[in-house]
């Protein structure tokens, strides 16, 4: 798929002010920090479209960006941040699950993963969170530059020990760089082939 456009749409806190449901919709998510607004960027070709930092917390909102004037991403702030309050901690998970949970146009998450982490216990159970929510989910490794591949296929690898001890299948997976460009044509090509069906 070819990105022609890609444009800001609006930054909610209300599930109720967000656009109406009616074009499909890709949601990016993971830890604070894990790369979703650097890999947004990557994939439409737009540096500052969202808003990226080296400090955790950055994203706060749900925002939506409009591709090729038909589907939308979604860029969503990152759970797990250890400095946040207990208070912003229930916040989050509140807003946010009930925004995946409740978000009719939504066709797939895309859980970000560090890479270079072994499994994380708060990704693990975000995974079984919306596998229990029936709700379709793909993995996408980020930051792979950081290491040898070796060392992204050995924590790929852990990570897939360990959600299979919940879940008869490994999900999909993608292995990106945003630094690099890769994984752009696979993600592009696998969100077309949702878009298509
Ligand atoms: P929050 O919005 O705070 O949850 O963070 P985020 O997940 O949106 O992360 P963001 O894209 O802001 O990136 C966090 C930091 O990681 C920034 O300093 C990025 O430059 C860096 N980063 C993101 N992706 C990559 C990558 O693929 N490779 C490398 N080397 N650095 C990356
Ligand atoms: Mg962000």
New binding site residues.
């Given amino acids: 798929m070819i990105v022609k456009t890609a444009e800001f749409i609006c930054s909610n806190t209300q599930i109720s002010k967000l656009p109406p449901p009616v074009k499909a919709e890709y949601a ?1 998510i ?13 994939l439409t070709a737009k540096k500052g479209l ?11 909102l749900i925002n939506h960006f409009f591709i090729n004037d038909s589907w939308y991403i979604v ?5 797990g ?1 250890a400095r946040a309050s207990k208070t912003n901690k229930a916040n989050w998970n509140k807003f946010i699950h009930n925004y995946l949970d409740k978000r009719e146009s939504l066709q797939c998450v895309m859980v ?1 993963i560090d890479s270079r982490l072994e499994p994380q216990k708060i990704d693990l159970e975000f995974c079984n969170w919306l596998g229990e929510k029936g709700l379709s989910f793909v993995l996408v490794f ?5 290491q040898s591949s070796v060392k992204t296929d050995q924590n790929i690898a852990k990570f897939k020990k360990s959600l299979t001890e919940t879940f008869e299948e490994f999900p999909q997976y993608f292995v ?5 460009q890769s994984g752009r044509d696979e993600i592009l090509g696998f969100i077309d082939n949702i878009n298509k069906s």
């Fill in positions: 990016f993971g830890r604070s920090n894990v790369g979703k607004s650097s890999l947004i960027n990557m969202a808003k990226t930092s080296q400090t955790p917390g950055k994203t706060q860029d969503l702030p990152g759970y941040y970000l980020t930051k792979a530059d950081k990106t760089s945003s630094e690099l």
